[in-house]
Nanobody
Framework: VQLQASGGGLVQAGGSLRLSCVAS????????MGWFRQAPGKEREFVSA????????VYTDSVKGRFTIATDNAKNTVYLQMNSLKPEDTAIYYC?????????????????WGQGTEVTVSS
């Protein structure tokens, strides 16, 4: 599985961005997908996860009500819509795929990773 993330950029606080992660290389119906982020000097942290069907989602508390994860099966793409962005959302965002489950918050459970896309939120 290859994952290609895009959509990062520089935005002012309160603004929005939509990240995309295009998957290729195999069938995806049994994959769990996730977004993680890593700020400078910090550990990589879980942001959100979704079952490939899109029926089940989970979010870390700090982004609930502001971020929305979704899938477009026809395009083999997972999105992360980020609204009401805050400076503390500044990080490199990574998409990841899990062969065995959906919804894990542990980075070690994910088998495939995209290259990351940088999000910078200015105050």
């Amino acid at each position: 599985v290859q994952l290609q993330a895009s959509g990062g950029g520089l935005v002012q606080a309160g603004g929005s961005l939509r990240l995309s992660c295009v998957a290729s290389g195999r069938t995806f119906s049994d994959l769990g997908m996730g977004w993680f982020r890593q700020a400078p000097g910090k550990e990589r942290e879980f942001v959100s996860a979704i079952s490939w069907s899109g029926r089940f989602t989970v979010y870390t508390d700090s982004v609930k009500g502001r971020f929305t994860i979704a899938t477009d099966n026809a395009k083999n793409t997972v999105y992360l819509q980020m609204n009401s962005l805050k400076p503390e959302d500044t990080a490199i965002y990574y998409c990841a795929a899990d062969r065995d489950r959906w919804g894990s918050r542990a980075a070690s459970d994910y088998d495939y990773w995209g290259q990351g896309t940088e999000v910078t939120v200015s105050s």
